[in-house]
């Protein structure tokens, strides 16, 4: 009789899906743990791309955290379960301005989103999907409350640090979408002594850092809504004339939908402009 060999990492596979089973408490396990197990297989995971095996990180992102009210604790719970990047999400803490302890998930995980699409109409789209508990054959949908509460948030936000304003090797500002990061990906191997030249770019770093708080400062003193970060899926702020015209759209599609906002309703040509126009 061949005897079983069990995987030295097993143990703490399943200590981990345990944990994350106890915290999530899904109504359907089965179709839960499917989903979980497909967000944690053990590759790189690029945010550049959005194909369909990537995408399950992002609804398992928004089925472990919610569309409520949060902690911090939480999420920082799940981000390490799915071997994110933290230096990613102090960013995204930043942007947010999520200084208490209790967060609220409809605006973190549409910041979050914003890092690894184009544009704000696709960081909606990828909240739509997101955000919908069910895999539906006829669309992805939000509740129109939601949609507006998502869209108005984003729009608000300016993310939209130009090259101009930083340096090139900075790390501030970039035309693409970050990459997902995750631990797994990061070297950590010890740091070797500093040497002058790594001194002299420590200050450097320093200096941009000075110069950052500066200009936050300034933007906040002129009532300005700059983040001081340039994210691709949020990009400028938007109009107050835009958004209003985007929540009259939302709340016709609404009324044809039983309250809520479908993906197909944000792709057909009489949605508005989701994202700022740019008179530059």
Known sequence: MNSIVVPDNLPEILKKYVKAAIRSQPEDIVSWSAEYFKSTDDQYISLATTQKQDRTLFRMLAFQ????????????EVW???SLDFNLLEQ?????NFR????????FLGITFGHWTKSLKETVLLCCEAFCKCLA????????DVACKLYGYLAKLDCSLSADDDCPDSGLSSSKPAMVQTSKSLDVSPAPP????QLQQNNVCISLESILARR??????????KTGYHVPGIGMAVSDCQVQ??????????????????????????????DAINNN
């Open 65 to 76: 955290l919610g569309t409520t009210i949060g902690t911090k604790e939480r999420i920082e």
């Open 80 to 82: 390490s379960d799915l």
């Open 92 to 96: 995204i803490y930043t942007i947010g």
């Open 100 to 107: 208490a302890e209790h967060v609220d998930m409809v605006e």
């Open 137 to 144: 054959t006829d669309g992805y949908f939000m509740h129109v």
């Open 194 to 197: 500093a040497s002058g030249d």
């Open 216 to 225: 936050l400062a300034t933007a906040a003193a002129d009532g300005g809504p």
């Open 245 to 274: 015209e985007v929540f009259v759209y939302f709340q016709k599609c609404a009324a044809d939908n039983g309250g809520y906002v479908y993906d197909f309703d944000i792709e057909n040509d009489r949605c508005p402009r989701l």
